[in-house]
């Protein structure tokens, strides 16, 4: 859907009902807390992709350490400071899962770190894990909504954003939450699944890409997607500063095919009757998440921003 912002042209998530949005929220809340177990058991706490260097032989036994790549990487390209009085002090994990980025954050910067998430389940378990790593005076979590934080205007040197983009309705709100929550001179780092950008001329997917990815959001309770250009000129209209982009497609191109082995191996097959439904239909459209990253339609995007002092 086209529209504009601040005579910016963008295009974006059409329009939900007040009841859509509760049965979305109602749906990943019940789908992570079906499955964030059986994530945790098998993959670690750290709920989302890997990063790996193109055209290098990766050993299974790497995907963990790929995904604190993933989380270094971010950092490194948002300029995030490791110097003593400019590195962050104050964090927030918008979309936390079970809590991995924000007990890694905290502990690499010594900072204080507050998660959110849909899932009562995974706050109740990242506050555990966070307990259990001596790490409870640092981080927290809990249930709240990623476009209505529980937080002050303000409050946090960086905002972080690892692969909850993707779900959220709206997406104008979720870029003006993570402004108003950040503080003078925050980082804000958002890492998610996008849609390709557009051609020119071109004024949405074609059909054939759009029922990819109707099938991926029915089972992944996704609305509709946005491309990557759409996130830039939506934090461009909110006047932020230092706006980057880039593809990371080729970078976690192994994660899915890595996920899918191990969702077929023994261990994989018992934890995923043992999760649910929802976590059975999850898995059963994960081959689409790589046909999707084949054909160009899914691009796996960063988009930072610095807001102005």
Known sequence: MATTVDNVPVTVTPATTKTEDVELKKGIAEFYDESSE???NIWGEHMHHGYYNTNAVVELSDHRS???RMIEQALLFASVSDDQVK???SIVDVGCGIGGSSRYL????????????????????????????GLADK??????DALDQPFPDGKFDLVWSMESGEHMPDKLKFVSELVRVAAPGATIIIVTWCHRDLSPGEKSLRPDEEKILKKICSSFYLPAWCSTSDYVKLLESLSLQDIKAADWSANVAPFW???????????????LLRSGWKSIRGAMVMPLMI????KDIIKFSIITCKKPE
């Open 291 to 294: 046909e999707g990253f084949k």
């Open 106 to 133: 905290a502990k690499k910067y010594g900072a204080e770190c507050h998660g959110i998430t849909l899932s009562p389940v995974q706050a109740e378990r990242a506050q555990a894990l966070a307990a259990a790593q």
């Open 139 to 144: 981080v927290s979590f809990q249930v709240a």
């Open 87 to 89: 590195k962050p002090r």
């Open 66 to 68: 790929a995904q604190i």
């Open 38 to 40: 059986m994530w945790e």
């Open 257 to 271: 095919p890595a996920v899918i082995k191990t969702a077929l191996s023994w261990k994989g097959i018992t934890s």
